[in-house]
């Protein structure tokens, strides 16, 4: 079975400029979350998608991040404008559960992003 | 609030030694607990999981066990490798409404040598 897949695995942009990830969730999941992890610390939610609907976005940063599950498989999160403490790894992961988050997470590869 | 507290790192032991890596949290309800592994340059990958007390979670050799009454879940292998080096996180997952929410702690880096 594939895992979840996730694009680029590297990115550095310069502050104020615009990026996107992407994230493929394992085939029939239907919840799909996107993390930060700042070096040094555990994983942070940013936002939860249970199919093609937000469940949880109350920890992202709207003002710069959005995000969008069309269709209800895969999955962008975008940030612009980009800050110099956007800099992290971005995880995405997916579970199988019909109730959103109650199963267990299977997480990508993420994509380290740096920004100067 | 939903916590998870883990001793800190880093944690160098010699190949064979015993390893314990502590982790307590804080919950309203009956969080599942689990352990992830992040090996250099690789995402999260899940280890061992327990849903209810007493539950005992294992796998590749690690063992931990969900203890209610002390609010502990710790991670515990006998013979560490070369290959267990890698950072350890402490997770639960707690149930807010509709949804579930998982909450890390922050990690502890292991670092073994031969």
């Known amino acids: 079975e594939a895992g979840v897949a996730q694009s680029p695995r590297y990115k550095i942009i310069e502050k104020r400029q615009s990026v996107a990830f992407w994230c493929n969730p394992i085939s029939g999941h239907a919840t799909l979350y996107w993390y930060q992890q700042i070096l040094g610390q555990g994983p942070k939610l940013l936002i939860q998608f249970q199919n093609n609907g937000v469940v949880d976005d109350s920890q992202l940063p709207k003002d710069r991040f959005s995000a969008e599950r069309l269709k209800g498989v895969d999955s962008t999160l975008k940030i612009q404008p980009a800050k110099l403490e956007d800099s992290a790894v971005y995880l995405c992961a997916s579970s199988l559960d019909r109730l959103a988050g109650r199963g267990t997470q299977y997480f990508g590869p993420g994509t380290r992003l740096l920004v100067l | 609030g939903n916590s998870v507290t883990q001793m800190e790192g880093p944690v160098t032991l010699s190949e064979e030694a015993f390893l314990t890596i502590n982790c307590t949290y804080t919950a309203t309800g009956y969080p599942s607990l689990f352990w992830y592994v992040q090996y250099p340059g690789e995402g999260l990958q899940l280890l061992l999981k327990?849903?209810?007390?007493?539950d005992k979670g294992s796998n590749k050799g690690f063992e931990a066990t969900y203890r209610k009454e002390t609010t502990s879940f710790h991670l515990e292998k006998g013979s560490v490798q070369v290959s267990d080096s890698a950072v350890y996180f402490c997770?639960?997952?707690?149930?807010?409404?509709?949804?579930?929410?998982?909450?890390f702690g922050k990690g502890t880096k292991l670092s073994v040598k031969p």
């Open positions: 997770a639960l997952l707690y149930y807010g409404g509709s949804q579930g929410n998982l909450i």
């Open positions: 327990a849903t209810k007390a007493d």
